[in-house]
């Protein structure tokens, strides 16, 4: 065997595994989008600090959609229906709401082939449909934890720039 074979990402892979095993044990599944990152199509209203924590319990979206690049579906923010799509190198986490259980992401490069032809594919409903803030069944992230040596404690007003690390908060 070679040491030099190059594989795929294995986060929609855990994805997908935590995501089962945090249902089948009847919690919620909980996912931690930078919604920062190119190409990421979420509320504007429920982000905060760059992120946003997403509510994918089958009982709170329809159409759910996890494959190798990307988590879609449809949900209901402040009663306006929103088509949601998070590339997967945006997640940075999942978890279950009741007890915190599940796992953090690494920061990930981006891949190499985005540019502008992929945004023609992602319909940015946000601008169209934004009737401001309402409750929904999701929760931003109240309260920001370290998660490794290397967190940047200043807050960065370039928006642009990648996050090395991921803020998470448990939500009640």
């Known amino acids: ?5 190059n594989m795929t990402s294995n986060r929609p ?21 930078e919604a920062d990152l190119p190409h990421v199509s979420v509320p504007p209203q429920t982000v905060t600090d760059g992120q946003v924590v997403l509510n994918i319990n089958p009982t709170a979206v329809q ?16 009663g306006v ?3 949601v ?9 999942i978890y279950a709401r009741e007890n915190g259980a599940g796992t953090m992401f690494p920061p990930e490069e981006l891949p190499e082939d985005l540019n502008a032809e992929d945004s023609d594919v992602i ?15 999701m929760s931003v ?13 200043e807050k960065s007003d370039d928006k642009s720039k990648k996050k090395k690390a991921s803020h998470l908060s448990i939500v009640k």
């Open 1 to 5: 065997m070679s040491d030099n074979i």
């Open 13 to 33: 892979y855990l994805l997908k595994a935590f995501y089962q095993w945090i249902v089948d044990n009847e919690c919620t599944p909980y996912i931690v989008v």
């Open 63 to 78: 159409s759910l959609l996890m494959d190798d690049h990307q988590v879609t579906f449809s949900a209901r923010f402040g």
């Open 81 to 83: 229906p929103f088509d």
């Open 85 to 93: 799509y998070i590339p997967i190198y945006a997640i940075s986490a």
């Open 123 to 137: 319909t940015d409903k946000s601008k169209s449909e934004e009737s401001g803030r309402s409750e929904s069944k």
């Open 141 to 153: 992230v109240e309260s920001d934890i370290k998660t490794s040596s290397e967190v940047n404690t």
